[in-house]
């Protein structure tokens, strides 16, 4: 069932500067979001939640936010969709990544519940080249479940 939502492009510019530029000055760096929500508005258009972002400046020196920090952003009784740039450790190297969420909150409103499902399609198909993906519907099964840990 699709829901005729539109994507605005305030969330593709997102995306597109969350990617990973191997040609930043550490000025370009710090101001590089980390961590991003997104929400339908009312008029059912995906966009960037105002104040839920989050820059690699805002959390020091390093780029190593805690994903267990992020997850806490995410909203009690609503849905959302997110990206968060991983950062991990394989045998070879440090690697960053853009893990793709769906959040459905257990608690959120079939209704949201539904849209938000429906809509997700949209979201992804603007997100070309998304490594990781993760659904949930608690804090705790989120947390659990960070797909790039498991390399």
Same mark, same amino acid.
């Given at each position: 069932m699709a829901s005729h939502?539109?994507? #605005? +492009?305030?969330?593709? *510019?997102v995306?597109? +500067?969350? *990617?990973?530029? *191997? #040609?930043?000055?550490? !000025? !370009?760096?710090?101001k590089r979001k980390k961590a991003a929500l997104f929400c339908l508005s009312e008029d059912k258009n995906i966009i960037l939640e105002e104040g839920k972002e989050v820059l690699v400046g805002d959390v020091g020196q390093t780029v190593d936010f805690p994903y267990t920090t992020f997850v806490k952003m995410l909203p009690d009784k609503d849905c959302h969709y997110a990206l968060y740039s991983a950062t991990y450790q394989t045998k070879e190297s440090k690697k960053e990544d853009l893990v793709f969420i769906f959040w459905a909150s257990g608690s959120a409103p079939l209704k949201n519940k539904m849209i938000y499902a429906s809509s997700k399609d949209a979201i992804k198909k603007k997100l070309t080249g998304i490594k990781y993906e993760s659904q949930a519907d608690c804090y705790k099964a989120l947390k659990d479940a960070a797909p790039w840990q498991k390399n």
């Open positions: 939502v539109a994507v #605005s +492009d305030g969330v593709v *510019k995306f597109n +500067d969350m *990617k990973v530029h *191997k #040609s930043l000055t550490p !000025e !370009e760096v710090k």
